[in-house]
């Protein structure tokens, strides 16, 4: 157990339709990280918040956008979807978000696009 | 953007074999990481790497950070039932002056079978 937190592990929605994933990082990180996982992309880093501000942007679409909240917590919020978005999603955290610091991941979020 | 090109792809190796693989990049990385990934779970942290010329071990599991900082391989000994999945170099680097990170750049992976 990584203790990182992701829920729902399974979600199935519609095209055009809005979803938020939600993370809790281990106890004592203070950077969460999202990534998605595909088939054909791989994992690929979308972004990062370090004790509630963004920190790092990598591949994220315009109509992905996340938060971190006080209690450390983060919402990754994906709208307008599209068949193409049905991926795994996860979320990492590291205590600092230095280089030095490795990350852990849950276990993810399945989201599958009808 | 960064690429890490990751060896083998797959590999089909019998109970008790040595493993090897490996990930080279024409990026410099601060950091290497080297995860496994169990089918409906997320990526496990194996080996953290922090120094270029850097030689890790966790159990049967050895890795090393490229002096060029653009390389890291991943070796299991001995392998067991238990090491079939799917290994990802990972390769981080400093966005800021500060040390801070920005995410990980990952491999494509190399999917291990371990045959009767």
């Known amino acids: 157990d990584s203790g990182v937190t992701q829920t729902p592990k399974h979600l199935i929605t519609a095209t055009g339709q809005r979803v938020t994933l939600r993370c809790s990082p281990r106890s004592g990180d203070l950077s969460v990280y999202w990534y998605q996982q595909s088939l054909d992309q791989g994992l690929q880093f979308l972004i990062q918040y370090y004790n509630g501000e963004e920190r790092a942007k990598g591949n994220i679409l315009e109509r992905f956008s996340a938060q971190q909240f006080p209690d450390l917590h983060s919402e990754l919020n994906l709208s307008s979807l599209e068949l193409g978005d049905s991926a795994l999603y996860f979320c990492?955290?590291?205590?600092?978000?230095?280089?030095?610091?490795?990350?852990?991941f849950g276990d993810g979020t399945r989201l599958s696009i009808l | 953007g960064q690429q890490l090109n990751q060896s083998p792809q797959s590999m089909f190796i019998q109970e008790g074999e040595d493993v090897s693989m490996n990930c080279t990049s024409s990026s410099i990385f601060n950091t290497w990481l080297w995860y496994k990934q169990e089918p409906g779970e997320g990526p496990v942290l194996l080996i953290a790497?922090?120094?270029?010329?850097e030689l890790t071990s966790n159990g049967r599991l050895t890795a090393q950070f490229g002096i060029t900082r653009k390389d890291s391989f991943l070796n299991i000994s001995a392998s067991i039932p238990s090491d079939v999945g799917i290994y990802f170099c990972a390769g981080l680097s400093t966005l800021y002056s500060g040390g801070g990170a920005d995410g990980l750049t990952f491999g494509k992976g190399t999917h291990l079978i371990i045959q009767p």
């Open positions: 990492a955290s590291s205590v600092d978000g230095a280089d030095n610091q490795p990350q852990h």
């Open positions: 790497l922090y120094k270029a010329g």
